[in-house]
């Protein structure tokens, strides 16, 4: 008779360490599961906030440019804008190509072109004028009217990649 109250003592003590043992593990399970329910919200959580960083960026970026889609400027508005499609393609560190234009890199670049009223219609790249000096393009073109006439955006970031302005005035 002992020898069973102590083999039920024992069956007993066994199976309150299996129980404690098993409910170890499914806190150990539960404890896991919501660490990992917690990493990938905080992972979507980042992603979403980097794409609306990068989102507002472009929006911000563009603005500076996209106000002169059809609208009528002076060759002094068009001198700025020019300055600051060079600016931001230094900034953005664009690429020349061997003739001196920036290369489209489909992220950030901007190229502009200039088409001009004269007998040919020739058109004239933002570098060309740049390097010409604005100044000087200023001194000759400055009460001249022109009309941005093309805007396209890069694919992947949706920022202005190009524009075109044409000479409305002589």
Same mark, same amino acid.
């Given at each position: 008779? *002992? !020898?069973?109250?102590?083999?039920?003592?024992?069956?007993?003590?066994? %199976?309150? *360490?299996?129980?404690?043992?098993?409910? $170890?593990?499914?806190?150990?399970?539960?404890?896991?599961?919501?660490?990992?329910?917690?990493?990938?919200?905080?992972?979507?959580?980042?992603?979403?906030?980097?794409?609306?960083?990068?989102? !507002?960026?472009?929006?911000?970026?563009?603005?500076?440019?996209?106000?002169?889609?059809? *609208?009528?400027? +002076?060759?002094?508005?068009?001198?700025?804008?020019?300055?600051?499609?060079?600016?931001?393609?230094?900034? %953005?560190?664009?690429? #020349? $190509? !061997?003739?001196?234009? &920036?290369?489209?890199?489909?992220k950030d670049s901007i !190229?502009?072109?200039? #088409?001009?009223?004269? $007998?040919?219609?020739?058109?004239?790249?933002?570098?060309?004028?740049?390097?010409?000096?604005?100044?000087?393009?200023?001194?000759?073109?400055?009460?001249?009217?022109?009309?941005?006439?093309?805007? *396209? &955006?890069?694919?992947?970031?949706?920022?202005?990649? +190009?524009?075109?302005?044409?000479?409305?005035?002589?």
């Open positions: 008779m *002992q !020898n069973l109250s102590k083999m039920v003592k024992i069956i007993i003590a066994n %199976n309150k *360490q299996k129980c404690y043992n098993l409910k $170890d593990e499914n806190m150990k399970k539960l404890a896991i599961f919501f660490l990992i329910l917690v990493i990938i919200v905080v992972g979507i959580s980042y992603m979403y906030l980097n794409y609306k960083a990068t989102y !507002n960026q472009a929006k911000r970026d563009n603005m500076q440019f996209e106000s002169y889609y059809n *609208q009528e400027i +002076y060759g002094t508005d068009l001198a700025t804008i020019i300055n600051k499609a060079v600016d931001s393609n230094k900034n %953005n560190e664009i690429q #020349k $190509d !061997n003739k001196g234009k &920036y290369i489209n890199n489909d !190229n502009i072109d200039i #088409k001009m009223l004269d $007998d040919n219609g020739t058109i004239y790249s933002m570098e060309k004028i740049f390097n010409g000096g604005t100044s000087t393009f200023v001194q000759y073109y400055s009460q001249i009217k022109f009309k941005c006439t093309k805007l *396209q &955006y890069h694919q992947k970031t949706n920022k202005v990649k +190009y524009l075109l302005f044409e000479q409305i005035t002589e």
